[in-house]
C-alpha cells in the first residue's frame, strides 16, 4: 500500500489519504476512497450536528 492523492470533491484540494487511513478504512469496512478533504468532512459533520441539535432560539415552548 502506498500513499495516495485525492482532490476533494467539493473544494478541489489534493490531499493525501495515506497508508494508515487505508487501513482503518479497510478495517471498518469501507469499499470506497473518501471523497472530500479533511477541512470538508469536518465542516459537513458539524453541518449534520448543527441541523439535528437546532433549536436554539427556534423552538419556543
Ligand atoms: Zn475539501
Redesign the pocket.
Known sequence: MADKVIS??????EFIFNESEQAFYKEKGFENEPQ??P??RRARKQQRNNNRGGGYGGNRW
Open positions: 476533494c470533491r467539493d473544494c478541489n484540494t472530500r478533504c477541512d470538508c
